[in-house]
T-cell receptor, first 114, second 116 residues
Framework: AQTVTQSQPEMSVQEAETVTLSCTYD???????LFWYKQPPSRQMILVIR??????QNATENRFSVNFQKAAKSFSLKISDSQLGDTAMYFC???????????FGTGTRLKVLA | DGGITQSPKYLFRKEGQNVTLSCEQN?????MYWYRQDPGQGLRLIYY???????QKGDIAEGYSVSREKKESFPLTVTSAQKNPTAFYLC???????????????FGEGSRLTVL
């Protein structure tokens, strides 16, 4: 079965510090996409960052970057210079290429402290 | 602006009643999804539809039904057969297959259903 595991249910970080959220996944596919989604208290889920499995270079989006370790099936999210607006639930997800079914982790609740 | 609209945002239902949650998108996306979100369980797939007039059961389809008569619309009916329907429901969509497909899911703001 294809699964996504987020082992940190809750985390906190001081404003302006760096935090890393972990995600591991299990799949036998070689072609897939990986995502981190953010769900702030307002509830609308938005994409933070995505990574294609065939790309070795780690994706970055401003203060957000990933550490993609394909052999280890690990896809962690690093948030630099944390801001109060980063307080949210973060979900890791993946989907095999050419399919329609996404697999989500159970989420990590991140709180940024002033 | 393009996006996904879910309605209502909050809904209360008495036991034994069916309710329908609306989901409309103007992104011209082919695929649409319904997820259920419960605390500590993340997102669980209820149904998804790749094209009009076609849909597939997800992991927790029992007690739910959907239709996809138009590309833009994918309503979810929570039937009285659903044993524990109180939850937050998220609708999402994705561009279909092809080189333009980024794989990204776009979400609506969600509907909170409470059974009294």
């Amino acid at each position: 079965a294809q699964t996504v595991t987020q082992s940190q249910p809750e985390m906190s970080v001081q404003e302006a510090e760096t935090v890393t959220l972990s995600c591991t996944y299990d799949t036998s596919e070689s072609n897939y996409y990986l995502f981190w989604y953010k769900q702030p208290p307002s509830r609308q889920m938005i994409l933070v960052i995505r990574q294609e499995a065939y790309k070795q270079q780690n994706a970055t989006e401003n203060r957000f970057s990933v550490n993609f370790q394909k052999a280890a099936k690990s896809f962690s999210l690093k948030i630099s210079d944390s801001q109060l607006g980063d307080t949210a639930m973060y979900f890791c997800a993946f989907i095999p290429g050419g399919t329609y079914k996404y697999i989500f982790g159970t989420g990590t609740r991140l709180k940024v402290l002033a | 602006d393009g996006g996904i609209t879910q309605s209502p945002k909050y809904l209360f239902r008495k036991e034994g009643q069916n309710v329908t949650l609306s989901c409309e998108q103007n992104l011209n996306h082919d695929a649409m999804y319904w997820y259920r979100q419960d605390p500590g369980q993340g997102l669980r797939l209820i149904y998804y539809s790749q094209i009009v007039n076609d849909f597939q059961k997800g992991d927790i389809a029992e007690g739910y039904s959907v239709s996809r008569e138009k590309k833009e619309s994918f309503p979810l009916t929570v039937t009285s057969a659903q044993k524990n329907p109180t939850a937050f429901y998220l609708c999402a969509s994705r561009l279909g297959s092809g080189t333009a497909n980024t794989g990204e899911l776009f979400f609506g703001e969600g509907s909170r259903l409470t059974v009294l």
